[in-house]
């Protein structure tokens, strides 16, 4: 009987050569994939953020060169005409260069001329920002106030324009957020943070609506709430358990803010502020702190939200409360912008400082009276 042997095949120097190709998961795929997608928007973000500043720095040289030659040169609105037409037949297809445009480079370069810290601010926004807020802010100071916050927030268009609408800087000046004496304390820059009165006409809620229709109706539109309330704002929970001792309670909405780095407790009343209901607001908070709050973070901050509040109510409740808490109210329709800007004149007209007593003093000169004849 023979034996069989076995042969063993040698593997050829081409089969060495090959490289072992390892199959991966779709999920792994992805997350690697991710990566370089990430490496490509954050490309196209420099690139944008680039083109727009030199293009805001191209339209403040313009608007510096035309301011200069209609005060040397007595320009006037045929030279501008005949400025755009010059472009137009130079660059055929360039934009942005008409007569109109080109007389808003000017207003631009006046609006911020002359001002060091505004001046480079300007080139964070871009073109549609700045004509909307030239077009709608009369005041220097309301068009900072806007300049900071649309940077800040990153706020689109459409969101600069609801906001104006909404006549946040007026609203701002006369009723700034009111917090407790602790938040203020524990966070210096919370005032910079909160509002003293939130626009929710987004939710389209009826007059008689319910706790619940406005619960469901923020959860709803929870990204346009978390853009109302600002940018740091991050969503955590609907209806958060907070269990004390046997009984277990339900926080209204829950958020984190990455500048304050801490929870922020948000209740939501549908009548006027009581003074209870900020007791029961600290009672959440305590809970929170006890059992929710991780070692790295600094203690919860309170919001409630109201229908309506007292203002001398709030102010007196919030100067005895020993925790970080505030009281705002929320409208689910547009303000009256022109009873808000009458009102803002009035306050302005209140808080103007009073003629200069050195002035009132003066002697006036007397008066020389013609001899009759």
Request: hydrophobic share 35%; charged share 25%; glycine share 6%.
């Amino acid at each position: 009987m023979k034996k069989t042997t076995t042969r063993k095949v040698l593997p050829t120097p081409t089969q060495l050569a090959a490289p072992v190709v390892r199959q991966s998961s779709p999920v792994v795929e992805e997350s690697v994939f991710n990566e370089v997608l990430q490496l490509i928007k954050t490309a196209k973000e420099k690139a944008y953020h680039a083109v727009n500043t030199e293009l805001i720095t191209l339209y403040w040289q313009v608007g510096e060169y035309i301011s200069r030659k209609i005060e040397t040169d007595g320009w006037g609105k045929g030279t501008i005409q005949n400025l755009g037409s010059y472009l137009q037949k130079s660059q055929p297809g360039i934009r942005g260069f008409s007569p109109q445009n080109i007389w808003r480079m000017r207003q631009f370069y006046q609006a911020y001329q002359g001002k060091p810290i505004l001046s480079p601010l300007v080139r964070e926004l871009s073109w549609t920002h700045h004509l909307t807020i030239l077009s709608r802010s009369k005041r220097e100071e309301e068009r900072e106030f806007y300049i900071r916050l649309a940077i800040r927030e990153r706020w689109g268009k459409r969101e600069l324009e609801r906001q104006m609408q909404c006549c946040l800087f007026e609203r701002a000046v006369m009723n700034p957020p009111k917090v407790a004496a602790a938040l203020r304390q524990l966070q210096p820059q919370a005032a910079e943070f909160f509002k003293d009165i939130y626009n929710l006409e987004f939710l389209g809620l009826p007059a008689d609506h319910s706790e619940a229709d406005l619960h469901g109706a923020l959860l709803r539109n929870l990204g346009r709430f978390i853009t109302e309330l600002g940018r740091d704002f991050c969503f955590v929970g609907s209806q958060y358990p907070v269990q004390v001792g046997g009984q277990d309670f339900a926080l209204d909405l829950l958020f984190f803010h990455r500048g304050m780095n801490c929870l922020v407790a948000l209740e939501l009343k549908i009548r006027e502020f009581r003074p209870e209901d900020l007791g029961k607001l600290n009672f959440y908070l305590e809970a929170i702190d006890r059992d929710h709050r991780k070692p790295h973070e600094n203690p919860a901050v309170g919001l409630l939200l109201c229908a309506s509040k007292d203002t001398e109510v709030v102010e007196y409740c919030l100067s005895r409360s020993l925790s970080p808490a505030m009281i705002a109210e929320y409208e689910t329709m547009l303000p009256d912008k022109e009873l808000l800007k009458a009102k803002l004149h009035e306050f302005y007209q209140l808080c103007a400082p009073p003629e200069d007593e050195e002035t009132e003093a003066a002697p006036s000169k007397p008066v020389r009276r013609r001899k009759k004849p």
